[in-house]
């Protein structure tokens, strides 16, 4: 079956960087639409980027534009979240989803697959 698994999480400073990875096996990860989903203590799930199946296509959140760059590798069959100028309000647990379409969508209720979630926390 397909199973997502995210790394890259950790505790980092206002302002500083990091890099979420998610790797995808058991099924046809060139034909996914992949996305990148966040959810922070007492809030609700909230759509933060996503990419079409041969990454010419990519959507962002209004709060990240500009600052998170969503890739995929489809050789390898990864995606990566590129995140810059973190803020405390990007702290949640973040989660890879996979969606068979080649469209975008921003609704998690279309995203078949998820990852267990890897934590980024942003201190101020």
């Known amino acids: 079956q397909v199973r997502l698994v995210e790394s890259g999480g950790g505790l980092v400073q206002a302002g500083d960087s990091l890099t979420l990875s998610c790797v995808l096996s058991?099924?046809?990860?060139?034909?996914?639409?992949m996305g990148w989903f966040r959810q922070a203590p007492g809030k609700e799930r909230e759509f933060v980027s996503s990419?079409?199946?041969?990454?010419?296509?990519?959507d962002y959140t209004d709060s990240v534009k500009g600052r998170f760059t969503i890739s995929r590798d489809n050789a390898k069959n990864t995606i990566d979240l590129q995140m810059n100028s973190l803020k405390p309000e990007d702290t949640a647990t973040y989660y890879c989803?996979?969606?068979?379409?080649?469209?975008?969508?921003?609704?998690?209720?279309?995203?078949?697959?998820w990852g267990r979630g890897t934590q980024v926390t942003v201190s101020s």
């Open positions: 058991g099924g046809p990860f060139s034909t996914y639409t």
């Open positions: 990419i079409t199946w041969n990454g010419g296509s990519t």
């Open positions: 989803a996979a969606r068979a379409s080649p469209f975008h969508s921003r609704s998690g209720f279309v995203y078949r697959y």
